[in-house]
């Protein structure tokens, strides 16, 4: 079984800054691509912004310049730096991955996994 445990959403006033955490745990052969995505109410969910396993990145417009994902490939963690923050970053933020895993001493298919989601609000 492999969980992804998010932490470090909250409320912050605009203009102010968060980093979201991500630690995936389990019986985990390797990690590919990472990704955050947010849900805001009444809106669909939205990829923000997305790492590989090589550390190539990529954004949503609407973030680029303010938001920085990271990974720490030996603790199995993916961040999301998020500065210059704005109402309209209010959202549920979820992490999101592409992980193979082991059954026994058995590599598994690459399976996609999801955190819990963690409540970012911007509001003064």
């Known amino acids: 079984q492999v969980q992804l445990v998010e932490s470090g959403g909250g409320l912050v006033p605009p203009g102010g800054s968060l980093r979201l955490s991500c630690a995936a745990s389990?019986?985990?052969?390797?990690?590919?691509?990472m990704r955050w995505y947010r849900q805001a109410p009444g809106k669909q969910r939205e990829l923000v912004a997305t790492?590989?396993?090589?550390?190539?990145?990529n954004y949503v417009d609407s973030v680029k310049c303010r938001f920085n994902i990271s990974r720490d490939n030996a603790k199995n963690t993916v961040y999301l730096q998020m500065n210059s923050l704005k109402p309209e970053d209010t959202a549920v933020y979820y992490c999101?991955?592409?992980?193979?895993?082991?059954?026994?001493?058995?590599?598994?298919?690459?399976?996609?996994?999801w955190g819990q989601g963690a409540q970012v609000t911007v509001s003064s």
């Open positions: 999101n991955a592409d992980i193979r895993t082991f059954v026994g001493v058995q590599a598994t298919a690459v399976s996609d996994y």
């Open positions: 389990g019986t985990i052969f390797s990690i590919y691509t």
């Open positions: 790492i590989t396993g090589g550390g190539n990145t």
